[in-house]
Nanobody, 119 residues
Framework: QVQVAESGGGSVQPGGSLRLSCVAN????????MGWYRQAPGKQRELVAS???????NYADSVKGRFTIFADDAKMAVHLQMNSLKPEDSAVYYC?????????????WGQGTQVTVSS
C-alpha cells in the first residue's frame, strides 16, 4: 500500500512564501510523475505543477515565475516552493504521485493541506 503524506500548509500574508513537502511511503516500482494540484471551494481541482522522471516539468500559467517544483526521486519526495503568494492561491493543495504499470497508470493522492493567503 502506498501512502502519501503532505506538510507545509498554513496561513500567510500576500507576497509571502510557503514550501509544501510530500513524501510517498510504500513500494513504487516505476515512478513516472509527482506533482501538486489544488482545489478552491466551488471550483474544480487543477494542476499547479508537476515533474516527470524524464525531467520534464509543467506549470500552470498562473504560477509561472512564482512557484518552483523539485523532486528527490530516490526519497520519493516532492516539494513546491511558493513565492509572491496571492489571495487567489488560497486552496487545498493535494500531492499526486503516478506510477506506470504494464497497461495502465496508478494514481496516489494525499489528503490535502490548506493554504490561505490573506491580509
Amino acid at each position: 500500500q502506498v501512502q502519501v503524506a503532505e506538510s507545509g500548509g498554513g496561513s500567510v500574508q500576500p507576497g509571502g512564501s510557503l514550501r509544501l513537502s510530500c513524501v510517498a511511503n510504500g513500494t513504487i516500482f516505476n515512478l513516472y510523475e509527482m506533482g501538486w494540484y489544488r482545489q478552491a471551494p466551488g471550483k474544480q481541482r487543477e494542476l499547479v505543477a508537476s515533474t516527470q522522471i524524464s525531467g520534464n516539468t509543467n506549470y500552470a500559467d498562473s504560477v509561472k515565475g512564482r512557484f518552483t517544483i523539485f523532486a528527490d526521486d530516490a526519497k520519493m519526495a516532492v516539494h513546491l516552493q511558493m513565492n509572491s503568494l496571492k489571495p487567489e492561491d488560497s486552496a487545498v493543495y493535494y500531492c499526486h504521485v503516478q506510477e506506470s504499470g504494464l497497461n495502465r497508470y496508478y494514481d496516489y493522492w494525499g489528503q490535502g493541506t490548506q493554504v490561505t493567503v490573506s491580509s
